[in-house]
C-alpha cells in the first residue's frame, strides 16, 4: 500500500504544477479580443469589414471581455475634419471602458 502511495504522489504533484483543468483559471493566458473597427469619411462604419450601426457598435464594445478586449480604429484621414462618427466611436469606447488602439493602415498591420 505504501508502495501505491508513493508511485501517485509525483503524478499528483504534476499534474497540480501543469495546472490541469478546463483552462478558464487566472494563470492560464487568454488570447486577446480584438474588435477592428474602420470609420470612414462618408460616415460608414465597419466592424470586421461589416457594415454597423452605432447601437450595434456599442453592444459588441460591451459584449468584449474586461481586461482582455481591445478596439483597433481606423479612421481615413482626409483634409477636412474627421466624420462625426469617429468621436462617437471614441465616446462608445470610454464608456465600455475599452481600451482603443489608432490604426494608420486601414487593414490594421501596422497593429499586428
Known amino acids: 500500500m505504501k508502495l501505491k502511495r508513493l508511485a501517485i504522489a509525483p503524478v499528483l504533484a504534476l499534474a497540480l504544477l501543469s495546472g490541469c483543468g478546463d483552462g478558464s483559471g487566472s ?3 487568454r488570447k486577446r479580443v480584438v474588435l477592428k ?8 462604419i465597419l466592424v ?4 454597423t450601426r452605432l447601437a ?13 478586449g481591445v478596439v483597433w480604429l481606423y479612421r ?3 483634409r477636412s475634419a ?8 471614441l465616446n462608445l469606447a470610454l464608456k465600455n471602458g475599452v481600451p482603443m488602439r489608432m490604426a494608420g493602415n486601414e487593414d490594421f498591420s501596422d497593429l499586428e
Open 27 to 29: 494563470t492560464a493566458k
Open 37 to 44: 473597427v474602420g470609420v470612414y469619411h462618408s460616415g460608414e
Open 48 to 51: 470586421g469589414g461589416i457594415e
Open 56 to 68: 450595434d457598435l456599442d453592444a459588441r464594445m460591451a459584449a468584449l471581455p474586461r481586461g482582455n
Open 76 to 78: 481615413e484621414m482626409k
Open 82 to 89: 474627421p466624420p462625426p462618427e469617429s468621436v462617437e466611436i
